[in-house]
């Protein structure tokens, strides 16, 4: 079991940056390719980000490419999102997942998830 838990959400204006976090319980983390999703009001949970065990590979969504940066630091169980250029439809809750066989788009390739953190971008 990987307990997984979202910080960093918070309310900020169009064209901020800001950093999102997701720390890991288990000291295993280095096993688990690693993704971020997202889920905005009356909208399904989207990928946004994944990235490789090691971090040598790195996936985005077209909606992201260039503006937001995933990374890990396997020594601190801890993996990052850091967004840029926000816009009012990057507004949702951010969800990190971990995936013992993948770091795709597909989320039910994810076995555990956290409770997400809110981003709110207003115009």
């Known amino acids: 079991q990987v307990q997984l838990v979202e910080s960093g959400g918070r309310l900020v204006q169009a064209g901020d940056s800001l950093r999102l976090s997701c720390a890991a319980s288990?000291?295993?983390?280095?096993?688990?390719?690693l993704g971020w999703f997202r889920q905005a009001p009356g909208k399904e949970r989207e990928f946004v980000a994944g990235?490789?065990?090691?971090?040598?590979?790195?996936r985005y969504a077209d909606s992201v490419r260039g503006r937001f940066t995933i990374s890990r630091d396997n020594a601190k169980n801890t993996v990052w999102l850091q967004m840029s250029s926000l816009k009012p439809e990057d507004t949702a809750v951010y969800y990190c997942?971990?995936?013992?066989?993948?770091?795709?788009?597909?989320?039910?390739?994810?076995?555990?998830w956290g409770q997400g953190t809110q981003v709110t971008v207003s115009s």
């Open positions: 997942a971990a995936s013992e066989t993948s770091y795709g788009s597909e989320a039910s390739m994810y076995n555990y």
């Open positions: 990235i490789s065990m090691r971090g040598f590979g790195a």
């Open positions: 288990r000291p295993t983390f280095s096993r688990y390719g």
